[in-house]
């Protein structure tokens, strides 16, 4: 028997206040699969994330992530779902380090010590080890987010644009990252604008529109995003 898809989404109406936020939206994420939504700015892509986190009602259709209806507050969802979105989520009074221990902690990961030292390296951020987030820059105050997505078990990682503030070669150590993420049977559903991210990690695309949201080939996602006006 096949194993059922990691995120499940038919027919998904999303909108604010009466208004739809976006066309219907359908897709399925198995394990072992990245997929990735593009579109225009204001499209709705980041409202989809969202709706898969269980941050915004359903205004019709269906969502299934894990097998079950989504309810962030379950604690096998939590357990089982990493999220970055484009929010500062950040502890301010803890420094990085402690944030990433206390995360990895909290998530009971074995040696969470030597993962937090790992992921301060892959991030760049072991020279800020001891710094409070106020005091970090934009970028790096990015990738300490980031990190922290890495530092816990996981099933599914949802990111919102993830190469936000990242120079090129941060963003092709995510690219990396990411890989192994899939490559390891996880599975990763990301909004982006950045072509090369994509095609470097996308096994599936859905473009997000107003009037039409459809499934599209990796390569035919990555030419939307180049022709898209410049931002």
Known sequence: MAASP???ADNLVLSYGGEPVCAPVSFTLGAGRALALVGANGSGKSTVLRAVLGLLELAG??????????????????AQVSSV?????????LTVGEHLLLTARGHGLSKPGDVVAQLLE?????????????????????????????????????????????DQR???????????????????????????LLEAVATDAVLVGDDKSVKLRVAEAARAIRAEPTR
């Open 6 to 8: 990691v995120v499940r």
């Open 61 to 78: 259709g269906s969502l299934r992530v894990l097998g079950r209806e989504v309810d962030e507050r379950e604690q096998i969802f939590r």
């Open 85 to 93: 979105l484009d929010d500062d989520a950040y502890f301010p009074a």
């Open 122 to 166: 892959d991030f760049g951020l072991t020279d800020h080890s001891d710094v409070l987030p106020v005091a970090l820059s934009s970028g790096q105050r990015r990738r300490l987010l980031l990190a922290a997505g890495f530092a816990r078990p996981r099933r599914l990682l949802v990111l919102d644009e993830p190469e936000q503030r990242l």
């Open 170 to 196: 941060m963003r092709a150590a995510l690219a990396e990252r990411l890989r192994a993420e899939t490559a390891g049977g996880g599975a990763v559903l990301m909004a982006t604008h950045d072509p090369e």
